[in-house]
Structures are given as C-alpha cells and as structure tokens.
C-alpha cells in the first residue's frame, strides 16, 4: 500500500537519577559523598533511506520512545546513557512540526536530530562544597523532548506523467520500464503514484506515472490533489495527452485543463520543460485528431505515439534523454527552520481558576528534576524560587496562606 502522508509520535528518553551514596571504607574516616551523576536520555533521529518508497510502516506504528538513561550508583559511577532511536523514512520526506517546516530529507543517508534525551540528574557528589561537605541530595534525570511531526513523501523522480484519467499513462509506463501498474479501460484504475526505472540507450532515468487529474484537482477533486506534490520533484514532464478525448472534452480541452491545474496547483511547475505525447495514434481517426490538436498547441513540439504498440516510444525518449542533460529541478523551495533564541522571561505567573500558575522552562525544568521527597532537595528548590523572585511576584499578585500555586505538574499549598 502505497501511503504518502504520515503523523509520529516522538518521545526522547528521560535523564538518568543522580545517587545519593557516601564511601564508607575501613580507614577512610573522612569518605565524604561519591553518588554518581545520572546517564543522558537517548536522542531520536530521522534518517533518509533510499530503499523504502512509502510511509507505511509509519502509519502503523506511529508511536516512537527513545530509552531513558540509567540511574547514577555510588563511588562516583554515572549512569549509562540510554539508547538512541534512528527512524528511517523514504528519500524525499518533508518534515513538518506545527505546520512548520523542519527539514526536507533529499539527500539519501541525511540524520536530523528531532527529539533530544534529557540530561543526567547530579548525584550528590556534585553538590559537595566547603561549606556543605555531606549534602544528601540528588536530582531526578531531566524529562525528554516530546514532539508531533507530519511527514510528507515527494517522490524523488527525473520524468513525471501527467494527463488525464485513462489517457494511457499507466499502459507507457509499462512499456518503457519493467513497472506493472494495473491497467484497464476505465478512468481512475491507478489509485497510487507508479514508478519505473527506464534503460534506454546505456542510460536509466525514474519515471513517475501521477494518477487522478481532472479539472479542479488543485481544488481537492478526485484524487489528484493528493498527488500532485509528487510532479515537484521531477526534472521533466510528459503530458499525455488521449487523441480520442476524454469526458466528452477534446484533446486540445483536455491539454489546456491539465496545464491550469498544474499552474494552480504551484507557479513552478510552468517553468519545468515539458514534453507534449499524443497517445493512442492507433485508434481509428487518430490522424485527423492529431492535426486538429496541433492546430491548437503550435510552437508545441508534439509526439505522437501509441503506447500499446510502441510507435513513436523511442523518438520520445530519444528527446526525454536530451532534456535531462540540462533540464533542472525547478520546485517550491521553502527554506528549512532554524531554531531562534529568542529572550524569553524566566518565569510568569498567571492566576488560573482560583489556582496560581507559574510558567517558564526554567522553572518547569527545576520542579521535573527536584525529588520532593528529599527534604534538602525541597529547601533548595523554596530558596531558588526566593532567589527568582517568584515569591515576590506571587505577593504582588495577591496570593493568600492556603492557595493552591502549580509548577509543572506539581501542586503546592502557599505558606509564607
């Protein structure tokens, strides 16, 4: 099954805990703390493999968790780090997060990093000082990135088909290459974008056969608007154009209604060169329909072929091959997001249903990796929050002995 568009779910993995161990040996009085910090969560990665064609496997597993990193022990051992995840999608993967571009996977073997593992919680050897030579506090490992993605597969091809419902692309596609579409004589038999690779004369070139365009496909008629992302990759198009018309339509009608949809659909499918086939020169009449639609389409080099018997194939492709050696890949280029820094407060405080809200990657991140069971980790977790000049901001915002204030998941009960 053929699956272009997919949604994944990706988790890195959490952080390691850092260890709370003192060294207790025979004849070592003075041991001190020696817990070991946490191991770093496993990162997610996507890599662009040249030997899948779809998004399936995608869509039936949607769900992608990379492993947490593994807890620090005593005499100063950190953690291992838990195990990466490589998620492999076709060459020609557009990768979205938030309706926004990430990345654009052209490139065969290309890694991009999509979820990073959270870091290693300290161990209690870390907060050792001279002042405070036996802390018993440890941090919890810091939670992995979580994200959505959409991908989107472009198939990657040098000549596209493109015509009308039964106009005979599927049956020239079997013709010039070893590909077996299915073929019948009604229109919408292929439901999938078919690919063929075409020796011809010690050369090879990827053909793609683009199913489903009718008039108001840019629009979401029929099913061409699902597959027209596919011709952007092409370096050349063919046009197939059916010399016994189509939908009551002549030729010429149905040629100029394929060019509006691609021009609808993107500006830069008009700058790709394009070579005219009127197909099914075999049919009874043909002749005089060739001329009347060259009548309509001059300065148009047309070719005529019959793609059942194989007239005409070769001149085709004879002018396929020396439009290859210079045509270019002309595509709607949207350039890749970079991640911006931008200055963005520690924290604010929003006052939500009776509850006090404070908010703040900073802050957040302090509560995910405080072990509120630790009472030295609870007074240090007060004081920084005093020293942010959270609990100042809280007063102005007329917060009461009793209230409920939320950091991150956690709740707290406010006392002064």
Do not use: W
């Not at 593992?117 to 050897?125: A, E, F, K, V």
């Not at 597969?153 to 692309?169: E, R, T």
Request: include cysteine; aromatic fraction near 8%.
């Amino acid at each position: 099954m053929f699956i272009d568009k997919a949604r994944i779910f990706i988790t890195a993995g959490r952080g390691g805990a850092g260890c709370i161990s003192f060294r207790r040996e025979k004849f070592v009085p003075m041991g001190g703390p020696d817990g070991g910090n946490g191991g770093k969560g496993g990162d997610v990665y996507l890599e662009a493999n040249p030997h899948l064609t779809t998004l399936l496997d995608l869509s039936y597993r949607p769900h992608y968790r990379a492993a947490d990193g593994q807890a620090g022990q005593g005499s100063n051992k950190f953690g291992r780090g838990g195990a990466d995840v490589i998620i492999k999608v076709p060459v020609g993967t557009v990768v979205r997060r938030s309706g926004e571009m990430l990345a654009d996977m052209k490139e065969s073997g290309r890694m991009m990093l999509v979820a990073a593992g959270g870091r290693g919680g300290r161990g209690n050897q870390s907060f050792k000082t001279s002042r405070h030579t036996a802390p018993r506090l440890a941090e919890k490992g810091e939670p992995g990135e979580q994200v959505t993605l959409d991908l989107e597969l472009k198939l990657i091809a040098d000549v596209g088909l493109v015509g009308f419902p039964n106009a005979g692309k599927s049956t020239f596609l079997s013709r010039i290459s070893a590909a077996r579409p299915k073929i019948a004589d009604y229109p919408f038999t292929t439901l999938t974008p078919n690919l063929g690779v075409v020796h011809f004369k010690e050369k090879q070139f990827v053909v793609a056969d683009i199913p489903g365009l009718i008039e108001g496909a840019h629009e979401g008629k029929g099913i061409g608007d699902e597959f027209l992302r596919h011709v952007q990759r092409t370096r050349v198009i063919i046009h197939l154009v059916d010399m016994t018309g189509f939908d009551g339509k002549s030729p010429a009608e149905n040629y100029r209604i394929i060019n509006k949809e691609l021009a609808s659909y993107s500006k830069m499918l008009t700058k790709k060169t394009m070579l005219v086939a009127a197909n099914k020169m075999d049919v009874t009449d043909a002749v005089a329909a060739l001329a009347a639609f060259k009548r309509h389409v001059k300065g148009k080099k047309v070719f005529p072929i019959s793609a059942v018997t194989g007239k005409g194939v070769d001149a085709l492709l004879s002018a396929v091959l020396k439009v290859l050696n210079t045509a270019t890949s002309h595509e709607d280029v949207v350039p890749e997001t970079v991640r911006k820094y931008v200055y963005e407060p520690d924290f604010t405080v929003v006052k939500k249903d009776d509850v006090f809200v404070i908010q703040g990657a900073r802050v957040e991140k302090l509560a995910a990796m405080t072990d509120f069971n630790q009472e030295e980790a609870l007074r240090r977790f007060q004081n920084i929050l005093k020293k942010m000049g959270i609990e100042k901001v809280l007063a102005e915002r007329g917060v009461r002995v009793g209230d409920i204030v939320r950091v991150g998941g956690f709740e707290f009960v406010y006392e002064k």
